[in-house]
């Protein structure tokens, strides 16, 4: 199977500077990696997700970054506002059709004012 | 976006007995997933599913039985619900042809007494 690890589970930042998550996974063979947003008491949300044929995304002020060879992709929040406080996951997944998510242990991101 | 509903939106169950949850999509997609959540942490794969009639086993699958009965439906069973299995779940559904994005249902939340 994969195998995710997230890291930092706790971050926070003060309003306007920017945040990174980082993931690593092990399972070479995993070619799509999204990143979803979930607020208290809601569903987790799609926020970006990268595929294994790119090495940067960038969206609205996030930015995604995948290295194959070390197996380690990062999300980078610019630009922090208080309305980006929330749970962040990264997932991986593998490289048959069936589009199991392995997902890391989140990111609960607090932006103070 | 893609509509996924589930319900109940909560359930309180006794230990021992018998618990449906159930999800329905209106997106045509073949594929659905059932997670589970425990709090504070990230999502886990019990069962999946990729036509109707017919149910594949995730990364947790003891203790749970899936069934699909439709394309548009999908549904975790609990037949001896026990304490460790309070969580919340949440189902999602995925399109085919390059199409990756899972999108999420909002949950149900499971307290088992």
């Known amino acids: 199977g994969e195998q995710v690890e997230q890291l930092p589970s706790i971050l926070r930042v003060q309003e306007g500077s920017s945040a990174s998550i980082n993931c690593t996974y092990e399972?070479?063979?995993?070619?799509?990696f999204p990143w979803y947003k979930q607020e208290p008491g809601e569903n987790p949300k799609l926020i970006i997700d990268i595929r294994s044929n790119m090495e940067r995304k960038q969206t609205q002020g996030l930015i995604v970054l995948l290295d194959k060879k070390a197996k380690r992709f990062s999300l980078h929040i610019t630009d922090t506002q208080p309305g980006d406080s929330a749970m962040y996951f990264c997932a991986a997944s593998g490289a048959t059709n069936t589009g199991k998510l392995t997902f890391g242990d989140g990111t609960v991101l607090t932006v103070k004012p | 976006e893609a509509a996924v509903t589930q319900s109940p939106r909560s359930k309180v169950a006794v230990t021992g007995g018998k618990v449906t949850l159930s999800c329905h999509q209106t997106n045509n997609h073949d594929y659905m997933y059932w997670y589970r959540q425990d709090t504070g942490h990230g999502l886990r794969l019990i069962h999946y599913?990729?036509?109707?009639?017919?149910?594949e086993k995730g990364d947790i699958p003891d203790g749970y039985k899936a069934s699909r009965p439709s394309q548009e439906n999908f549904s975790l069973i609990l037949e001896l619900a026990s304490l460790s299995q309070t969580a919340v779940y949440f189902c999602?559904?995925?399109?085919?042809?390059?199409?990756?994005?899972?999108?999420f249902g909002p949950g149900t939340r499971l307290l088992v007494l």
């Open positions: 399972n070479s063979a995993s070619n799509y």
């Open positions: 999602a559904s995925r399109g085919t042809g390059g199409m990756d994005t899972q999108y």
């Open positions: 599913s990729y036509v109707a009639d017919s149910t």
